[in-house]
């Protein structure tokens, strides 16, 4: 090692002593020679003069700029505006707590926050069910097995309004659509689906959980890897059977990652527009309306924004109220 | 085929114990319950990937209505696509990948620039940007859609009506917690040393960042790149709050325009629902190992 790189080393070694010292205060360790890239030492040493908090906040800025206009700013603008009845050109005249009262008794709200819930509900139990089933189907490292959790997860990264306009293809409620000629098959239908008042809202459901399954699949099978195979192999030692290991085991495991899922379906659900604004936007007679889709009709089509503003302030509010109370549930069942 | 030979020494392995998934699928090898996997798998692929499959294959076809939606080609035409370009499909595809260019890489040098403070800066107030970025998080962009639109078309402080540009659709998804936060959680395992290392050896600000830190990163970049992509390609109220007329329309508010045609029919929505679909899945099945390992972290983690 007699080579250049020797006489570097042995500097090293000499500065070793004071490598502690110099990693508290950077500015110890500024010898005035040129560095390795031949930098001019004294650029080098106007570098190191700056701050670090301030090189923090100026590689924060562009988020927290964008998120101040397109969030933070908006989300105050709706706190304002559930309080007023907004009148472009007029003046904007404050009603207290009226657009609140308005959503909250006009029944065409209140017709819209059940069927959301029963939506919420509908997709967020399916998609996990499904997707656990799913998970447990496909868990595995064969090729195969690869291959099919793939193809099945393809609907996830599908954009939204191509799964809508699929689907409204395949509902086609005559004798020929794709879904009456399935279920023609083993003797069933034809039926109307998104046509009829009972069965739209189940159609809007059954496109939800297609979509979500693939994805709490996915999410199911990452928290299946996590779980301690040495588990598995002591329960078979102390003769537990398949069921009960996976009863005892597999279960408990998964407690948590179902907890998320839930939590996001759920969100997920509560404020899904596109599909049913695609699907059914409301029809027939107000039977699928949602939460969203109403508050879009409300604030972009009759331009009521103040209603719409409280509208959303409502959403907002249920989705806080979501998340809280799953994790105090969660906290209270982790302290038991 | 490769496959037995890639899968015996698992399989080896594998023999003396059947613990490695909770119902032992691979040990059910009889005949008939060969028959149940191959039926039960065929079954998921058809349910899920089937209706996709389906519209590469209508587009492609003579649908002329819903009733001759299958999985079956009949007659190979381009008509669709030609129906589709009259209605404006490719503008509104240029329309589409302009925001979502524009809008990823700002997204993706937003994020790395964020979390670049956040995982290797020690600045007074960190705490409270991280709440600031959960915050955003948790709040629904369905939530502040119409106050959204509201701000849109008047831009406080800069005067600027965004409503009906490009602008509009790109500067709202150009900032996403869900990126920072990846980003931030990669950054932190870039050993401290390293750094160190190249800062004793004279590296400024942002050699360290740009030599040390970002190629460390390449990994995280793949995640929140392909994250990032769908997640603005499947953009759908904000462009419509955003878009003023047919010719700023996105592909996929668009399609709902398309829904049929007189000469066509129901092929010239096929047409544009593949084109519609396609970046995002060729996306997807580009940067697969990227994906799940992203879905793991976003979901495990909180």
């Known amino acids: 090692m007699a080579t250049p790189t020797n006489y570097r080393s042995a500097e090293w070694q000499g500065n070793t002593v004071e490598v502690p010292r110099q990693r508290a205060h950077s500015h110890a360790l500024e010898p005035a020679r040129d560095d390795e890239w031949g930098a001019p030492a004294r650029k080098r040493r106007r570098r190191r003069k700056k701050p670090q908090w301030l090189i923090a906040w100026l590689c924060l800025a562009p988020a927290l700029v964008l998120f101040t206009y397109f969030k933070f700013l908006p989300m105050l603008q709706a706190a304002r505006m559930s309080v007023y009845e907004v009148r472009p050109y007029l003046g904007d005249r404050y009603v207290g707590l009226g657009n609140y009262h308005d959503v909250t008794t006009n029944p065409y709200f209140t017709k819209a926050i059940w069927q959301t819930v029963l939506l919420a509900v509908g997709t967020t139990l399916g998609s996990i069910l499904l997707g656990f089933v799913l998970a447990l189907l496909t868990e595995g490292q064969a090729r195969h097995l690869w291959l099919v959790r793939t193809a099945a997860f393809l609907p996830v990264v599908t954009t939204m309004a191509v799964v809508a306009e699929v689907w409204r293809v395949m509902y086609y409620p005559s004798r020929g659509g794709v879904l009456n000629t399935i279920l023609g098959w083993v003797g069933v239908g034809p039926e109307p689906f998104l046509v009829s008042e009972h069965q739209a809202l189940l159609s809007v459901i059954l496109v939800g959980v297609w979509r979500g399954a693939p994805y709490d699949m996915m999410i199911f099978l990452a928290g299946l890897a996590t779980v301690d195979r040495n588990l598995y192999e002591s329960a078979a030692v102390d003769g537990a059977s398949r069921f009960r290991r996976f009863y005892h085991v597999t279960l408990p495991a998964l407690r948590p990652v179902g907890t998320i899922l839930f939590t996001l379906a759920a969100l997920r659900g509560l404020r899904s527009f596109t599909e049913v604004f695609l699907l059914t936007n409301g029809a027939p007679n107000g039977s699928t309306e949602v939460f969203m889709t109403l508050l879009y009709k409300l604030g972009l089509e009759q331009g009521q924004l103040g209603v719409a503003a409280a509208a959303a302030m409502v959403l907002f509010l249920a989705t806080v109220a979501v998340t809280v109370s799953v994790n105090v549930w969660r906290r209270r069942v982790v302290r038991k | ?302």
């Not at chain 2, 009259?86 to 997204?107: H, I, K, P, T």
């Not at chain 2, 398309?258 to 010239?268: L, T």
């Open chain 2, 1 to 302: 085929m490769s496959t037995p030979l890639m899968n015996r020494p698992r399989a080896r392995k594998a023999e003396t114990s059947d613990l490695h998934t909770v119902l032992g699928l691979r040990f059910w090898n009889g005949p008939l319950a060969v028959a149940v996997k191959i039926i039960l798998y065929g079954a998921i692929v058809v349910v899920f990937a089937g209706p996709l499959l389906a519209i590469l294959v209508g587009a492609f076809s003579k649908v002329s209505d819903p009733t001759k939606f299958s999985l079956l080609p009949h007659g190979f035409t381009l008509a669709n696509f030609h129906a589709a370009g009259n209605r404006g499909v490719y503008r509104y595809l240029f329309n589409s990948f302009v925001v979502v260019g524009f809008g990823l890489l700002l997204q993706v040098a937003v994020s790395i620039f964020a979390s670049y403070a956040l995982a290797r800066k020690r600045f007074r107030g960190a705490a409270l940007v991280m709440l600031a970025i959960l915050t955003t998080m948790m709040l629904p962009d369905e939530v502040i859609a119409i106050p959204l639109s509201v701000v849109l078309s008047d831009v406080p402080l800069a005067h600027l009506n965004l409503i009906g540009t490009y602008w509009g659709m790109i500067l709202p998804v150009a900032a996403w917690g869900f990126s920072i936060l990846v980003m931030t959680e990669f950054m932190r395992d870039v050993p401290v040393d390293l750094e160190d290392a190249a800062r004793v050896d004279g590296a400024g600000e942002l050699r360290v960042f740009w030599s040390v830190i970002l190629p460390l990163c390449r990994p995280a970049m793949g995640i929140i790149g392909v994250f990032g992509f769908t997640m603005i390609w499947d953009q759908y109220l904000l462009p419509l709050i955003v878009a003023r007329e047919p010719s700023q329309f996105t592909l996929p508010i668009a399609l709902r325009t398309v829904r049929a045609d007189d000469q066509v029919g129901v092929g010239v929505l096929l047409a544009a629902a593949l084109l519609a679909l396609l970046p995002s899945v060729v996306a997807f099945l580009l940067f697969q190992r990227q994906f799940t390992r992203g879905l793991e972290s976003g979901a495990l983690n909180r």
